[in-house]
């Protein structure tokens, strides 16, 4: 991790902070391209099975506490540690051949994804809605496959001082296609249903969801032209047992062994760094759709401008995570999260109010970007690239579970409370990441051992 702000006992010497200069240039390098490319593959998926997913499920009449609990889709995201040891290790019969093996998983995982919206678009959530969910789940899945692989052809495609570059890269794509995802599905969805723009017509989804699935050929292209990351040869095992011990044992005692007892706290900050953020985001298309809010300004406002915004974020937070280090930006992320939740609590007060949307928004992205810029970076550093798929996946895995479960219930929390109280409550959840990064801050060295064999 290339930080500056670990206690003066740390051993490692820090290296010298980048000139302007150089932390602006490594973004017009290939690599960062690349990233800007695959970022939107993987951001596309996402809302279509969380937030667009529950616009759309609300307009057709779905009551909060159904869209609450199908929010658990999302805990595929937080469970693929599970079978990321398989894309770590395992070869594509003939992809392999083909495309290598990070790009071969990549091109399979965005397959899958494709197949999974062309089903999503198809089926009537009004007819039969547990159709609908298998099709989610089945995106899901594919997206989280691809987050697997395509994590660690980041890691593996450069050094540990340009991951933060990369990260950044990374978010701006993955912010672009959530403009897509989430203005883009909207606005076809609107022009789809001609002049009765803000009732549900399913024909109308159909066709944005068509449209989304034929997005995804962004990604496979960028895939197809991508060169393969240089990797360690992985030999054969000798039997079952040895391939085990290989795939899912070694990386999880590399990281033990290298952090100890800090590895328990380094896990409980990954756990409930974001959680302010998804168990609010669950009611946030709910909330704009009960506020009287069109698919329009939806589109405009929280699709489009608030990205922007999350893009711009993105981006200080990057550079800001290289020049004063990480640990002082996530710092400065996890305080911006929770006081931004303040502010659609004091909305829920105001009722379909579109200029103080506009202002809340913007606040709201900004911390967005700059917690997640940060936040990847500091998940970068942790990686040792011989098991980069494997443990990066269990701490973005981590990430997800508890906020994931959480939001789950947040729509029986608003029929019971409203949406004043619950947004107040996600502030409040905050509280407790701002004292494990400080103390993630003070006992955790600077990382040294983690850029080893880098390319």
């Not at 010298?16 to 695959?38: I, K, N």
């Not at 995106?139 to 050094?159: H, K, N, P, W």
């Not at 959530?178 to 009732?199: E, F, K, P, Y």
């Not at 990480?326 to 999260?337: D, E, H, T």
């Amino acid at each position: 991790m290339n930080d500056t702000t670990s206690p003066p006992t740390a051993q490692p010497a820090a290296k010298p902070a980048q000139s302007w200069h150089d932390a602006v240039r490594v973004y017009l390098e290939p690599a960062s391209w690349r990233m800007l490319c695959l970022g939107f593959s993987a951001g596309l998926p996402l809302l279509l099975v969380l937030g667009t997913l529950s616009f759309r499920l609300r307009e057709a009449g779905i009551d909060r506490s159904t869209i609450g609990f199908l929010s658990w889709v999302g805990l595929t995201y937080a469970f693929k540690w599970v079978w990321s040891p398989l894309v770590d290790l395992l070869p594509l019969p003939l992809l392999h051949r083909w495309l290598g093996r990070r790009r071969s998983w990549l091109l399979l995982a965005q397959s899958v994804v494709v197949a999974g919206l062309v089903g999503m678009a198809l089926l009537d959530p009004q007819q039969a809605l547990e159709p609908v969910v298998w099709c989610a789940l089945l995106v899901a899945f594919g997206s989280a496959t691809q987050d697997i692989a395509l994590d660690a052809y980041r890691i593996e495609s450069a050094d540990q001082q340009r991951q933060a570059a990369l990260a950044a890269t990374y978010q701006t794509g993955y912010r672009l296609a959530m403009i897509w995802a989430g203005a883009g599905v909207l606005w076809v969805a609107a022009r789809a249903s001609g002049t009765d723009s803000n009732s549900y017509q399913h024909a109308a989804w159909q066709t944005a969801y068509l449209v989304m699935a034929a997005s995804m050929g962004l990604g496979v292209l960028t895939v197809l032209l991508s060169p393969e990351p240089a990797q360690r040869p992985t030999p054969p095992a000798r039997n079952l047992r040895a391939w085990l011990q290989e795939a899912l044992v070694a990386p999880f005692a590399d990281f033990i062994g290298r952090y100890r007892w800090q590895a328990a706290l380094i896990l409980g900050l990954i756990a409930v760094y974001r959680i302010s953020d998804v168990v609010m985001g669950i009611m946030a298309n709910p909330f704009y759709v009960d506020m009287g809010y069109t698919k329009d300004e939806v589109a405009a406002v929280t699709k489009v401008f608030g990205v922007v915004m999350t893009l711009l974020g993105a981006f200080i937070g990057g550079v800001l995570s290289m020049r004063l280090g990480v640990m002082r930006i996530l710092m400065l992320g996890a305080v911006l999260s929770a006081l931004t939740n303040l502010l659609f609590a004091w909305l829920a007060t105001r009722g379909h109010d579109l200029t103080a949307l506009v202002w809340i928004i913007s606040a709201d992205n900004l911390a967005s970007g700059i917690a997640s810029a940060a936040f990847i970076a500091y998940l970068s550093g942790l990686t040792n690239v011989n098991y980069s798929a494997t443990q990066y996946a269990l701490f973005s895995s981590m990430m997800l579970l508890a906020p994931k479960w959480l939001a789950g219930f947040s729509g029986v929390y608003v029929d019971a409370h409203g949406y004043e109280a619950f947004f107040t409550s996600t502030a409040l959840l905050g509280a407790p990441v701002l004292v494990l990064v400080w103390l993630a801050s003070r006992v955790l060295p600077v990382q040294a051992n983690t850029s080893e064999g880098r390319h």
